[in-house]
T-cell receptor, first 112, second 113 residues
Framework: GAGVSQSPRYKVAKRGQDVALRCDPI?????LFWYQQALGQGPEFLTY????????KSGLPSDRFFAERPEGSVSTLKIQRTQQEDSAVYLC??????????FGPGTRLTVL | AQSVTQLGSHVSVSEGALVLLRCNYS??????LFWYVQYPNQGLQLLLK??????LVKGINGFEAEFKKSETSFHLTKPSAHMSDAAEYFC???????????FGAGTRLFVKA
C-alpha cells in the first residue's frame, strides 16, 4: 500500500518568502506528526495532530510556523517570512496508535 | 523530561564484524524505545521497538536490541555487518501511552570492505 508522501521533495526559497509543505499520511492513520531535521541531527518534534485536532504544538520554533489538518487527513506546514535558520529537512510521520510512526521521505527546504 | 543519548556520532566496522550502537535514555515513566534507520535522502524506517514486552527485541535485517532498565540502555547490535547496513541510525524514546517522540542525534555507521 501507499506510504506517507510529502511534497515538494525540495524547496528553495528566498529569505522572507512564505512556503507551504504538504503531507499525505497513510489512509486511516489518525495521528500525524511533523519534525524538523537539521543537517547532522536527529529529528526534532514540531507538532502533533489527532485527526483534525492539533494536540501539541510545543515544538514549533516561532509564530512564523503554522500547521493545519482541516479534514483529518492531509496536513500542511506553513512557514511565513522564511529565515536562513529554517533550512532543514521537514519530516512528516503518521501512525495508528502510540507506537510505530511511519515516515515520509521529507521535504528539504533551503532558504537563501 | 525524556532524553536520548547516542554514544558516538560515527562508528566504523569491517564487513562481517559485530555492530554495536549505543543508546541511553532517561524517562520518568515506563518508556517505549525505538531504533530507526535512515538511508540518504529517505525518511526513517523502523528497525525495532520495545513496548514493555520481552526485553530482547528482534528487528528487521538481523538487528536486535536489549532493554536494560538498570542501565537505562537500549543498545542495538547485529552479529555480522553487511555493506548495505551503512546508514544513519537513530534511537528514540516516547512515554508509555504518549505520542511525543524524542530522538537521539544519530550514529552514522560505516562498513568497510
Amino acid at each position: 500500500g501507499a506510504g506517507v508522501s510529502q511534497s515538494p521533495r525540495y524547496k528553495v526559497a528566498k529569505r522572507g518568502q512564505d512556503v507551504a509543505l504538504r503531507c499525505d499520511p497513510i489512509s486511516g492513520h489518525v495521528s500525524l506528526f511533523w519534525y524538523q531535521q537539521a543537517l547532522g541531527q536527529g529529528p526534532e518534534f514540531l507538532t502533533y495532530f489527532q485527526n483534525e485536532a492539533q494536540l501539541d504544538k510545543s515544538g514549533l520554533p516561532s509564530d512564523r510556523f503554522f500547521a493545519e489538518r482541516p479534514e483529518g487527513s492531509v496536513s500542511t506546514l506553513k512557514i511565513q517570512r522564511t529565515q536562513q535558520e529554517d533550512s532543514a529537512v521537514y519530516l512528516c510521520a503518521s501512525s495508528l496508535a502510540y507506537d510505530e510512526q511511519f515516515f515520509g521521505p521529507g521535504t528539504r527546504l533551503t532558504v537563501l | 523530561a525524556q532524553s536520548v543519548t547516542q554514544l558516538g556520532s560515527h562508528v566504523s566496522v569491517s564487513e562481517g564484524a559485530l555492530v554495536l550502537l549505543r543508546c541511553n535514555y532517561s524517562s520518568s515513566v515506563p518508556p517505549y524505545l525505538f531504533w530507526y534507520v535512515q538511508y540518504p535522502n529517505q525518511g526513517l524506517q523502523l528497525l525495532l521497538k520495545y513496548t514493555s514486552a520481552a526485553t530482547l527485541v528482534k528487528g528487521i535485517n538481523g538487528f536486535e536490541a536489549e532493554f536494560k532498565k538498570s542501565e537505562t540502555s537500549f543498545h542495538l547490535t547485529k552479529p555480522s555487518a553487511h555493506m548495505s547496513d551503512a546508514a544513519e541510525y537513530f534511537c528514540a524514546v516516547s512515554e508509555y501511552g504518549g505520542f511525543k517522540t524524542i530522538f537521539g542525534a544519530g550514529t552514522r555507521l560505516f562498513v568497510k570492505a
